[in-house]
């Protein structure tokens, strides 16, 4: 969706609350990014968000040999998350960083990835977890889609032990090409929703009987069997439709 007319077309530039009275050093990626891409000089403005916090205007207050002064004039507080969740079996390490970042900038209100049995059990060791990098990824989302509000994140937890800490009511829905008699965008949903992927190579039977237990119907997107991360993102876009999120 195209930004309102009002708003420069850049994304916008994030700030974790403890750096918004400290100098900016010119080497960060956001102080090159205002110098150097959106050529802000003394005064300028610019978008900026506290992650997870308001959106407002930052203003580019004094430039110095080593560092940026900005300050901030902020908005409202921004609303709860989106009442949707999503549960994901690990797959390899650079689907999960395309997920992570394309449903943030969706607007997903959490995100879990579980240990699935036919996972590989080396994803779950990647330096995108143990590095941090994930999150990294979430802030790429969010500045995507000019929200600062990050979801939710966990992995490399059971599916047991996810479905048993999931909301109690709502919708629950499982992608699952084999045995789903319904397409996603038939079934009815209601807030809050949780929506469930497997693994790459798909779900176990076990895992299957799990999720019925759990209240889960199976569904599914069409006849074509698609890359993990773009049934992630097809299917999130088909649920917030559903739900009027859009």
Known sequence: MARPASLPA????????AELDAPLARTDPRAVHLLGVLR???GGTFDAGVVNGPRGRGTLAAVGPAALTLTFAWGPPPPAP????????????????????????LG???????????????????????AGEWRRQLLA??????DPRLPAV????????????????????????YESPQSLAAVPVTAPAV??????????????????????ACVHLGTRVLRAETAVIAALAILRARLGLL
């Open 10 to 17: 850049v994304n916008l530039i994030l700030f974790e609350p």
């Open 40 to 42: 802000r000089q003394v």
């Open 82 to 105: 989106e009442p949707v969740v999503l549960l994901v079996g690990l797959p390899r390490p650079q689907t999960a960083r395309d997920i992570l970042r394309e449903a943030t900038a």
């Open 108 to 130: 997903a209100g959490a995100l879990h990835f579980f240990r699935a049995e036919k996972s590989e059990p080396g994803y779950a060791h990647s330096r995108l977890w143990s």
């Open 141 to 146: 989302g969010a500045a995507q889609a000019f």
């Open 154 to 177: 966990t992995h490399g937890q059971t599916l047991a032990a996810v479905l048993a800490a999931l909301p109690p009511a709502g919708t629950r829905l499982a992608l699952d090409n």
């Open 195 to 216: 929506l469930a992927f497997g693994p790459e190579r798909g779900w176990s039977a076990a895992e299957r009987t799990q999720l019925r237990a759990a209240g889960f």
